[in-house]
């Protein structure tokens, strides 16, 4: 089997990181949050933005609560940058 390259155009395999990511988020207590992104460089936390707004797009029941903490908390870290800087991105998570 092959593995899709960096970068891939797959609409699925784009679908399938998201919601991948989105599941680890929302399994992540709240009180364990901070903790989590102290292990964050600047760019990783642009990219877990990125996530943070694809899962919002598609909502669960009880996901977009728990989405708006983690972007409180990266918000908190890195200003309103991130949010420009994953709005701008024209390769979106």
Not at 6 to 12: A, D, S, V
Not at 17 to 36: G, M, P, Y
Not at 50 to 66: A, C, D, L
Request: aromatic share 8%; proline share 2%; charged share 25%.
């Amino acid at each position: 089997m092959r593995s899709a390259p960096l970068g891939c155009k797959n609409q699925q395999v784009k679908d399938n990181a998201r919601n991948l990511t989105v599941k680890v988020l929302l399994s992540i207590k709240s009180t364990q949050i901070d903790d989590c992104l102290a292990q964050f460089d600047r760019d990783l936390l642009d990219v877990l933005m990125k996530y943070i707004y694809r899962g919002f797009e598609i909502p669960t029941e009880g996901s977009s609560s728990h989405l708006l903490t983690w972007h409180e908390k990266v918000y908190n870290i890195s200003g309103v940058g991130s949010i420009v800087r994953a709005f701008a991105d024209s390769k979106r998570a």
